[in-house]
């Protein structure tokens, strides 16, 4: 059984910057393509970025491009998203996903519990 624990959430002001974490209960070069999604209340969970499982091809979606990066160690089994100059709209639920091929939430198999990020108006 797969396990993905995310960490690294909390409350930032406009403009400053959050690191999440999604440690894997198995080494993440198995877990091919991996991903971050989040949902913010009463909305629809949504695509943020996904990493391929060697690295070297990311995809992100567009209101994140620029201020987001998506980044994998897989000898520690853990993948990172590192968040600049955040905004009130990136308030959400962010949830680490893996074993996906797409953009598509219900493309992945395995998926953390979230983590809160708040970034107050």
């Known amino acids: 059984q797969v396990q993905l624990v995310e960490s690294g959430g909390g409350s930032v002001q406009a403009g400053g910057s959050l690191r999440l974490s999604c440690a894997a209960s198995?080494?993440?070069?198995?877990?091919?393509?991996m991903a971050w999604f989040r949902q913010a209340p009463g909305k629809e969970r949504e695509f943020v970025a996904a990493?391929?499982?060697?690295?070297?091809?990311?995809d992100y979606t567009d209101s994140v491009k620029g201020r987001f990066t998506i980044s994998r160690e897989n000898p520690k089994k853990t993948m990172y998203l590192q968040m600049n100059s955040l905004k009130p709209e990136d308030t959400a639920v962010y949830y680490c996903?893996?074993?996906?091929?797409?953009?598509?939430?219900?493309?992945?198999?395995?998926w953390g519990q979230g983590t809160q990020v708040i970034v107050p108006s």
């Open positions: 996903a893996a074993a996906g091929t797409s953009q598509n939430p219900n493309d992945y198999l395995y």
């Open positions: 198995v080494r993440t070069g198995t877990l091919y393509t």
């Open positions: 990493i391929n499982w060697n690295g070297l091809n990311t």
